[in-house]
């Protein structure tokens, strides 16, 4: 995903298995594979991205991207969902754009 990018940053990835999901795949194949914890990286300053697919296991269920700061699960600073994985990946980006701002912002 972005783990260069990430790294770059003085960041770590420190869970990634969205990387293995068959990207061409329609989500009725893959369902089984798609979990709450999918994508998992900490960023300066305690911030987190996540990537999750909620309810998990679920066909109905679709990608949540979170920009979490100071451990704050319940009030993330930007959160968004998506259905279908490159949209989720757009999102990721998004927010790592969004996470490089507030860190550039307080150096």
Not at 15 to 30: G, K, V, W
Not at 40 to 62: K, R, T, V
Not at 88 to 99: M, P
Request: hydrophobic letters at 35%.
């Amino acid at each position: 995903m972005l783990t260069t990018e990430i790294e770059k940053l003085g960041g770590t990835v420190t869970f990634d298995d969205i990387s293995q999901l068959d990207q061409s795949a329609e989500i009725s194949i893959i369902v089984d594979e798609l979990k709450e914890d999918l994508f998992q990286a900490a960023l300066p300053f305690q911030q987190i991205i996540d990537i999750g697919w909620y309810p998990e296991f679920s066909e109905h269920g679709a990608f949540k991207v979170s920009l979490i700061s100071n451990f704050n699960w319940e009030k993330p600073i930007y959160s968004e969902k998506a259905k279908k994985l490159d949209r989720a990946k757009k999102c990721n980006q998004e927010h790592f754009e969004k996470s490089t701002n507030r860190i550039t912002d307080r150096s």
